[in-house]
């Protein structure tokens, strides 16, 4: 009986240490886009933060769909991702329609161009501009194809190949486009980036939730890791994944991958907090809806309360923009699963 009430509290920790990480990255995540926030801090997000998003994917990735089809594989990728993508993308696009493209370059946006835009899933080039966040559904959904095509190779030395060849292909392949304004339909290019941290997850599974991951060589490993992931992000230039904008390949696989053992460790060590829970718990609302947010809360401070927009773009200000947006949407989120779980793909 002790044995299985100490299992059952270590599986319990490992799903809260598991939303601290998605805390910690949807938190960044929202930080950053309130657009207030200094540039020179935003440098060391940006270098790894989406990349920590699909390196959690690949980490919770089954290696049950093995043993699927691809149809019935597509199938419940469809349900996960899809409809969120489309409810959020019509939600932000009857928002914007309505209220946002009054204001601003909307105005000379044909409303016609993001509805074609929520089936090519791009968000350069204003596609999305509704919501440019939505890209990240697409650039999941291709992600998980090719790594549904990945796993079936036949031994994990083939895999490891496989995703360094991925790394400099996909690199290579963002940035002879990068200065262009075309870019593959659903972020099929990005996502050829986007599963080398999806793979380097799932193969890092059984070591990342087992103790030794805690308590072999931790604070040497952490210190060097946050060295590597400073020092890398610094040499680098400012990243922006969305746009295929790496810089230097070298850098920038260092800076992500160090950043995000840092922050791993920092996750597994935080000990469990009702509103990092509630974070980790809520990530999907959370990141579909916050560039939603901060419009109304420009409007009532500049409007409302008569602050000038230049007031407002402090770091202190992206911290309130920020804590308000996470508070407001975890309650939306809870509404939703409990009246409306299917449109988050459950």
Known sequence: MKNLIKNRIERQNRVLWLDNLRAIGIFFVVLVHTGRFSSFISLYI??????????????VAKDSIKELSFKDFFNLRLRRLL??????????????FFLFRHFGKGEDISPLKPLIGILYGVAIGDWLIPNIAMWFFTCLM???????????LPSRKILIAVLFVLSVVGYGLLYS?????????????????????????????????SDVFMKSHRWPVMIISLICYLTFSTLNSKVVFI????????????AAFS????????????????????????????????????????????YGLKISETALKTDFVALIYSIIAIILLIKVSQI???????????
């Open 46 to 59: 940006f270098s790894f933060f989406m990349p920590l998003f699909f390196f959690i994917s690949g980490l």
């Open 83 to 96: 409809i969120p993508y489309i409810f959020f993308s019509l939600v932000s696009y009857i928002v914007w």
């Open 336 to 346: 939703m699963q409990k009246y409306t779980p299917w449109l988050l793909g459950k």
């Open 177 to 209: 486009i990068s200065s262009t304004p075309y870019r593959l339909p659903w972020n099929a290019d990005l996502a050829l980036v986007a599963v080398v941290f999806y793979g380097v997850g799932h193969l890092l599974k059984p070591y990342i939730f």
């Open 259 to 302: 950043g995000i053992i840092f922050w791993l460790y920092i996750a597994r060590l935080i000990k469990p907090y009702s509103l990092l829970t509630a974070m980790g718990q809520n990530t999907l609302v959370i990141f579909s809806l916050h560039l939603l947010v901060f419009p109304f809360l420009t409007a009532a401070l500049v």
């Open 142 to 152: 291709m992600t998980e194809i090719y790594f549904f095509l990945l796993i079936r």
């Open 243 to 254: 746009g295929g904008v790496l810089g230097n390949y070298l850098y920038f696989f260092m």
